[in-house]
RNA sequence: CGGGGCGUGGCGCAGCUUGGUAGCGCGGGUGCUUUGGGAGCACUAGGUCGCAGGUUCGAAUCCUGUCGCCCCGACCA
């Protein structure tokens, strides 16, 4: 392709719309112009990366039998109400966008498409004979973000590669969520990008075994906690670690202490000498149901701990199968009190506290939660349920009994490791580039989807589901491969293998050198770019690097001696003076190498 | 939604405090010069100052309302 044909329009200025370092570059570079917030068309130059990104995760697709299907992306409310997911993606802070059609009919468009794809193996999968079967897609799908942000990092419409496999029982489906991961693995490694695979937590798709695969960057939108030895890494969502030890309190009976205005941890401790690990943090929220009326929840962690959200919202899931899907859980204000409920001491709460008195007709008992953490301290010392007090020494047993224990905790950075608490945890953020889930038979009971497995029976499909954001992998290569002269892409997914820059279009030598370069290396089936702007070479150089093409052919002053120059951007074997014959053998060369 | 900020030629911004009818850089066009790291000079085109109302002889500027966008939190590929 020739550049003075390619509607390359380069800014000189970082967009004021970008913050991160691959946003602005993709703006100034040319590949990408927003239309709305999270809404991006994608430039011919950033098309033919996505089709190059496409083209590998296609190869390993099929490697491991996936069949590439197109599903509909207009889906009926009605089968999101069958899985019981539409008032999930829709209420609240749901993030499927949704619409009325002219039969009064109600639709989604598709954030996902669990449904479609389990309606459809409902329909063809009959017999165990016809397992296992994956299917996938290569396709844009909408999410109505709560925040777009970072350009393709979180759009609202976006490019997404995703999996569904079906089996007839569950180790099959294990040996295909290995064949995926494998898959991915080579995916990302071929694509050029350094990713780790992480434990996740499968959140509203729902499901058991789940893991990310995350490009490891600074401006990576979550955080990543893993052991040095790589035997466990994991989003912080998900990890599990061990605490720091308690200080043991010395205490024989549960006494009152005077605590005026002492309402935080630090508070109390700094005024009395106690150690954080020797506290009891209790924190009183709603959980707001799309069935169920709201109900109150009460955590109990140690002192030093932080709430992991992630890990109560399953917690409360789970421990209220009747409730619909959860909408949102916040901690609890005077505002959802009933009637004279200001009584309640925000502050000084402590493990005993009585239902609290919500508003709304039936209400369920307080859920009672403990974490670990807390639930192993002997004596502790927790909020007195009265203003301006604390308990000293009290026990679980005496004060109360021990609420429900369950793992809340979020994992911190220099945290011992379960697997060797030699090991500690160390922090890395990452972007979140693909993600894989054994779902077991969540989506088949729902819809429906039986086989008749070897013994004549009818039992639901065991399924898998695959993701990978193919626009945010492209973005997410451009943060991790940049410098402060532009993109340098890895060469598999570049949009152009190599660019012939004309030093000086006036000089008829460069000129037919050029031309008959780029001819032959066109033949030779390498993607290449031919920058015949009448600009001058500065300008022709400052884009080539900007717009990041891992090899540049230089066509200049030596041509009349038949030399050129090749620049390796991507690489790091600098710029060379060759003869023409050398320099195209490098650059037909390249066509033998891997990735 | 809560908190913070910004809306002025295509892009990046100044002007607003202290009202007097719009400017700078980049980009676009034409010409001459220049020609290996975002050239110089000259000329030129291009703006309902987000929108609506108000105050005023007069509003980009002050007031009210409204819309949009960006950033920080809850979401995820």
Same mark, same amino acid.
């Given at each position: 392709m020739r550049v003075s044909r390619l509607m390359l329009v380069t800014l000189r200025d970082d967009p004021a719309e970008a913050e991160i370092t691959s946003h602005k570059l993709l703006l100034r570079a040319g590949y990408m112009r927003r239309l709305a917030p999270g809404i991006f068309a994608y430039l011919p130059l950033l098309f033919r990366v996505l089709q190059k990104i496409s083209a590998i995760v296609r190869e390993e697709m099929a490697s491991v039998d996936a069949l590439e299907t197109l599903l509909p992306q $207009?889906? =009926?409310a009605d089968l999101w109400r069958r899985s019981g997911r539409w008032d999930g993606y829709t209420a609240g802070e749901g993030i499927m966008f949704h619409l009325i059609d002219r039969q009064d009919r109600a639709l989604g468009l598709g954030p996902t498409h669990e449904e479609v794809v389990t309606e459809l193996a409902a329909d $063809? $999968? #009959?017999?165990? #004979?016809? $397992? =296992?079967v994956c299917l996938y897609q290569i396709q844009t799908k909408f999410r109505d973000e709560i925040r777009p942000r970072f350009g393709l990092m979180r759009g609202r419409e976006f490019i997404m590669k995703d999996a569904y496999s079906f089996h007839a029982d569950e180790a099959c489906l294990r040996r295909t969520y290995a064949a995926m991961d494998g898959a991915y693995r080579r995916i990302f490694a071929r694509c050029g990008l350094r990713a780790v695979a992480v434990e996740a937590d499968s959140g509203a798709i729902g499901g058991s075994a789940s893991q990310e695969f995350m490009v490891t960057a600074e401006a990576g939108e979550d955080l990543i906690l893993a052991s040095p030895d790589g035997c466990y890494a994991a989003n912080q969502e998900r990890a599990v670690s061990l605490p720091a030890p308690a200080l043991p309190l010395e205490a024989d009976a549960a006494r009152s202490l005077a605590t005026p205005a002492q309402k935080s941890i630090e508070e109390l401790c700094a005024a009395h000498g106690f150690h954080p690990t020797q506290t009891l943090k209790v924190l009183l929220l709603v959980a707001r149901f799309a069935v169920a009326a709201p109900r109150a929840v009460l955590v109990s962690l140690r002192g030093d701990q932080q709430l992991n959200d992630v890990k109560l919202a399953n917690a409360v899931t789970t421990l209220s199968? !009747? &409730? +619909? &899907? @959860?909408l949102e859980i916040t901690p609890l204000g005077a505002e959802h009190l009933a009637g004279d409920g200001l009584a309640v001491p925000f502050g000084y709460l +402590?493990?005993? @506290? !009585?239902d609290p008195p919500l508003g709304g007709a039936e209400r369920l008992p307080m859920l009672r939660l403990a974490d670990s953490s807390a639930a192993e301290l002997g004596a502790f010392v927790c909020g007195a349920n009265r203003p301006d007090e604390h308990l000293v020494g009290a026990r679980w047993g005496e004060l109360c009994p021990l609420p429900? *224990? *369950?793992?809340l905790r979020a994992a911190q950075p220099g945290d011992r490791c379960l697997h060797d608490p030699t090991q500690r945890l160390e922090a890395a953020r990452g972007i979140e580039v693909g993600h894989i889930f054994q779902l077991g038979r969540k989506y088949s009971e729902a819809l429906e989807a039986r086989f008749t497995n070897e013994a004549g029976s009818e039992e639901p499909l065991w399924m898998g589901c695959y993701g990978i954001g193919v626009s945010r992998l492209a973005q997410a290569a451009v943060e991790q491969h940049h410098d402060a002269d532009g993109i340098r892409w890895p060469v598999a997914i570049a949009p152009y293998t190599v660019i012939i820059v004309i030093a000086s279009s006036q000089d008829p030598v460069q000129v037919g050198l050029a031309e008959r370069l780029y001819g032959q290396l066109l033949q030779a089936g390498i993607d290449t770019l031919l920058d015949d702007r009448p600009e001058r070479a500065g300008v022709k150089f400052k884009d080539a690097d900007l717009i990041g093409i891992p090899w540049r052919l230089v066509v200049g002053r030596a041509a009349a001696e038949g030399r050129v120059e090749l620049v390796d951007r991507s690489g790091d074997s600098g710029k060379q003076e060759l003869t023409v014959e050398a320099a195209l053998d490098a650059l037909l060369g390249l066509q033998g190498e891997g990735p």
């Amino acid at each position: 392709m020739r550049v003075s044909r390619l509607m390359l329009v380069t800014l000189r200025d970082d967009p004021a719309e970008a913050e991160i370092t691959s946003h602005k570059l993709l703006l100034r570079a040319g590949y990408m112009r927003r239309l709305a917030p999270g809404i991006f068309a994608y430039l011919p130059l950033l098309f033919r990366v996505l089709q190059k990104i496409s083209a590998i995760v296609r190869e390993e697709m099929a490697s491991v039998d996936a069949l590439e299907t197109l599903l509909p992306q $207009l889906q =009926p409310a009605d089968l999101w109400r069958r899985s019981g997911r539409w008032d999930g993606y829709t209420a609240g802070e749901g993030i499927m966008f949704h619409l009325i059609d002219r039969q009064d009919r109600a639709l989604g468009l598709g954030p996902t498409h669990e449904e479609v794809v389990t309606e459809l193996a409902a329909d $063809l $999968l #009959r017999s165990y #004979r016809q $397992l =296992p079967v994956c299917l996938y897609q290569i396709q844009t799908k909408f999410r109505d973000e709560i925040r777009p942000r970072f350009g393709l990092m979180r759009g609202r419409e976006f490019i997404m590669k995703d999996a569904y496999s079906f089996h007839a029982d569950e180790a099959c489906l294990r040996r295909t969520y290995a064949a995926m991961d494998g898959a991915y693995r080579r995916i990302f490694a071929r694509c050029g990008l350094r990713a780790v695979a992480v434990e996740a937590d499968s959140g509203a798709i729902g499901g058991s075994a789940s893991q990310e695969f995350m490009v490891t960057a600074e401006a990576g939108e979550d955080l990543i906690l893993a052991s040095p030895d790589g035997c466990y890494a994991a989003n912080q969502e998900r990890a599990v670690s061990l605490p720091a030890p308690a200080l043991p309190l010395e205490a024989d009976a549960a006494r009152s202490l005077a605590t005026p205005a002492q309402k935080s941890i630090e508070e109390l401790c700094a005024a009395h000498g106690f150690h954080p690990t020797q506290t009891l943090k209790v924190l009183l929220l709603v959980a707001r149901f799309a069935v169920a009326a709201p109900r109150a929840v009460l955590v109990s962690l140690r002192g030093d701990q932080q709430l992991n959200d992630v890990k109560l919202a399953n917690a409360v899931t789970t421990l209220s199968p !009747e &409730a +619909g &899907a @959860l909408l949102e859980i916040t901690p609890l204000g005077a505002e959802h009190l009933a009637g004279d409920g200001l009584a309640v001491p925000f502050g000084y709460l +402590g493990p005993h @506290l !009585e239902d609290p008195p919500l508003g709304g007709a039936e209400r369920l008992p307080m859920l009672r939660l403990a974490d670990s953490s807390a639930a192993e301290l002997g004596a502790f010392v927790c909020g007195a349920n009265r203003p301006d007090e604390h308990l000293v020494g009290a026990r679980w047993g005496e004060l109360c009994p021990l609420p429900q *224990v *369950v793992d809340l905790r979020a994992a911190q950075p220099g945290d011992r490791c379960l697997h060797d608490p030699t090991q500690r945890l160390e922090a890395a953020r990452g972007i979140e580039v693909g993600h894989i889930f054994q779902l077991g038979r969540k989506y088949s009971e729902a819809l429906e989807a039986r086989f008749t497995n070897e013994a004549g029976s009818e039992e639901p499909l065991w399924m898998g589901c695959y993701g990978i954001g193919v626009s945010r992998l492209a973005q997410a290569a451009v943060e991790q491969h940049h410098d402060a002269d532009g993109i340098r892409w890895p060469v598999a997914i570049a949009p152009y293998t190599v660019i012939i820059v004309i030093a000086s279009s006036q000089d008829p030598v460069q000129v037919g050198l050029a031309e008959r370069l780029y001819g032959q290396l066109l033949q030779a089936g390498i993607d290449t770019l031919l920058d015949d702007r009448p600009e001058r070479a500065g300008v022709k150089f400052k884009d080539a690097d900007l717009i990041g093409i891992p090899w540049r052919l230089v066509v200049g002053r030596a041509a009349a001696e038949g030399r050129v120059e090749l620049v390796d951007r991507s690489g790091d074997s600098g710029k060379q003076e060759l003869t023409v014959e050398a320099a195209l053998d490098a650059l037909l060369g390249l066509q033998g190498e891997g990735p």
